[in-house]
């Protein structure tokens, strides 16, 4: 779908100064397990919600390409906000599957809403009043906390007693929030558990998850990135969540190595203009050959990212095999920065464990994120291979 112009800017041009605001209180973000509600108003402001909310509801109607540069900006300087905000990004999309008066609820007061959730199904639904009633618990619910509306996805019975799996839009004055978040890294995410106990959902707050999986809204939902940002149903076809879902997680965890490599760049040429002959330490070499290594590793790792960004900002329809070679190249790319920021961390020296050095915070938000069970290589492999691959009867 062709990209619209929009006079608003993106959100890049303010990413650096969202950046140095959360480096500055992430040790108290850590400590709390929440981010400071001054950083959660600037990613607001930046415009992390409103970005691919439909032109029609007051938003960009964006594309995956911008996100690149603006979320690896902040990742730098702290991944957890830079996840938030992806998920702000991320879940803002998918509320635009919404019927359009659900649309119409959630940006009633304009499209900068916090909207957070989960796709793991651990609900269920009962038809009840024209909608249904819904009771579940989702842990590792990011920024719920700070949020306005959640989306999760529940197992729906339908009429006729069949199930099916559908996302459900609720209210923060709707759920409860159980503080239960306490991964070593990305703790400032504040991903805790939200529950919800026999709630009435309207039938225009929910939509098949299948519309999601399949980048094609059905009725009269308008979803953007490549699915009708102008409020309709655009003719070009819809982005299927797991061609952009991995980019969600991926690219925090790019910003946080580019972070990583530039601190550790530093504390190398500060080594180097030190040197001493006949004093003991690794030499040059060893410095080189880390900052060689790993700079490839992370810059291969963003050229794979921006491949993914640009197939879901094409406007033509995405294949099954371009679909699955995105999840592939996720998991790689989780797999070569987990390798790069390692590397550095460890060439790092004692200085560089400490508790005082951001590169530490670096390494352990880095290996946090890599446990998300979307970047794990051994079945994005089989889905790819099952595309690449393809065994038919006759094959075996």
Same mark, same amino acid.
Request: glycine fraction near 10%; include cysteine.
């Given at each position: 779908?062709?990209?619209?112009?929009?006079?608003?800017?993106?959100?890049?041009?303010?990413?650096?100064? &969202?950046?140095?605001?959360? *480096?500055?209180?992430?040790?108290?973000?850590?400590?709390?397990?929440? =981010?400071?509600?001054?950083?959660?108003?600037?990613?607001?402001?930046?415009?992390? /919600?409103?970005?691919?909310?439909?032109?029609?509801?007051?938003?960009?109607?964006?594309?995956?390409?911008?996100?690149?540069?603006?979320?690896?900006? !902040?990742?730098?300087?702290?991944?957890?906000?830079?996840?938030? $905000?992806?998920?702000?990004?991320?879940?803002?999309?998918?509320?635009?599957?919404? +019927?359009?008066?659900?649309?119409?609820?959630?940006?009633?007061? @304009?499209?900068?809403?916090?909207?957070?959730?989960?796709?793991?199904?651990?609900?269920?639904?009962?038809?009840?009043?024209?909608?249904?009633?819904?009771?579940?618990?989702?842990?590792?619910?990011?920024?719920? #906390?700070?949020?306005?509306?959640?989306?999760?996805?529940?197992?729906?019975?339908? %009429?006729?007693?069949?199930?099916?799996?559908? !996302?459900? *839009?609720?209210?923060?004055?709707?759920?409860?929030?159980?503080?239960?978040?306490?991964?070593?890294?990305?703790? /400032?995410?504040?991903?805790?558990?939200?529950?919800?106990?026999?709630?009435? &959902?309207?039938?225009?707050?929910?939509? %098949?998850?299948?519309?999601?999986?399949?980048?094609?809204?059905?009725?009269?939902?308008? *979803?953007?990135?490549?699915?009708?940002?102008? @409020?309709?149903?655009?003719?070009?076809?819809? &982005?299927?969540? /797991?061609? &952009?879902?991995?980019?969600?997680?991926?690219?925090?965890?790019? @910003?946080?190595?580019?972070?990583?490599? *530039?601190?550790?760049?530093?504390?190398?040429?500060?080594?180097?203009?030190?040197?001493? +002959?006949?004093?003991?330490?690794?030499?040059?070499?060893?410095?080189?050959?880390?900052?060689?290594?790993?700079?490839?590793?992370?810059?291969?790792?963003?050229?794979?990212? #921006?491949?993914?960004?640009?197939?879901?900002?094409?406007?033509?329809? !995405?294949?099954?095999?371009?679909?699955?070679?995105?999840?592939?190249?996720?998991?790689?790319?989780?797999?070569? =920065?987990?390798?790069?920021?390692?590397?550095?961390?460890?060439?790092?020296?004692?200085? @560089?464990?400490?508790?005082?050095?951001?590169?530490?915070?670096?390494?352990?938000?880095?290996?946090?994120?890599?446990?998300?069970?979307?970047?794990?290589?051994?079945?994005?492999?089989?889905?790819?291979? $099952?595309?690449?691959?393809?065994?038919?009867?006759?094959?075996?």
């Amino acid at each position: 779908m062709p990209q619209q112009t929009q006079s608003a800017p993106e959100p890049a041009l303010t990413a650096r100064e &969202v950046g140095v605001l959360a *480096a500055d209180r992430a040790e108290a973000a850590e400590a709390v397990r929440s =981010l400071d509600p001054d950083v959660v108003r600037a990613l607001l402001d930046a415009g992390f /919600a409103r970005h691919f909310v439909p032109v029609a509801h007051g938003g960009h109607g964006g594309g995956f390409g911008a996100l690149t540069d603006a979320v690896t900006t !902040i990742g730098a300087s702290c991944p957890a906000t830079a996840w938030c $905000a992806s998920i702000a990004l991320s879940l803002s999309r998918m509320a635009g599957f919404l +019927p359009e008066e659900g649309r119409k609820r959630i940006w009633q007061d @304009g499209p900068d809403v916090l909207v957070v959730g989960s796709v793991s199904p651990r609900g269920r639904a009962l038809p009840a009043d024209g909608g249904w009633r819904l009771t579940g618990t989702w842990p590792y619910v990011s920024a719920v #906390e700070h949020s306005d509306w959640a989306l999760v996805l529940g197992l729906a019975k339908t %009429p006729d007693a069949a199930s099916e799996r559908r !996302i459900f *839009a609720i209210p923060r004055s709707a759920y409860a929030i159980d503080r239960t978040w306490s991964d070593i890294g990305m703790r /400032a995410s504040g991903s805790h558990t939200l529950t919800v106990d026999d709630l009435h &959902v309207p039938a225009e707050m929910s939509f %098949p998850v299948d519309d999601l999986m399949t980048g094609r809204p059905s009725a009269d939902g308008s *979803a953007s990135g490549g699915a009708g940002g102008d @409020g309709a149903v655009a003719a070009a076809p819809g &982005v299927p969540l /797991a061609a &952009v879902n991995g980019l969600f997680f991926c690219l925090p965890m790019l @910003g946080a190595a580019e972070g990583a490599l *530039a601190h550790w760049s530093a504390y190398a040429q500060d080594r180097l203009r030190a040197e001493r +002959p006949g004093v003991p330490g690794p030499g040059r070499s060893f410095y080189e050959e880390t900052l060689a290594r790993a700079g490839g590793e992370i810059d291969a790792a963003r050229l794979l990212l #921006e491949r993914i960004s640009a197939v879901a900002d094409s406007g033509r329809e !995405i294949t099954a095999l371009e679909t699955a070679r995105a999840q592939r190249d996720c998991a790689l790319v989780a797999d070569l =920065l987990v390798g790069a920021v390692d590397r550095l961390f460890r060439a790092s020296g004692t200085a @560089g464990h400490s508790e005082s050095s951001p590169l530490q915070r670096l390494w352990r938000d880095v290996h946090s994120a890599a446990g998300h069970i979307v970047l794990q290589f051994g079945p994005n492999a089989s889905a790819y291979a $099952a595309q690449a691959l393809p065994v038919g009867p006759s094959d075996r």
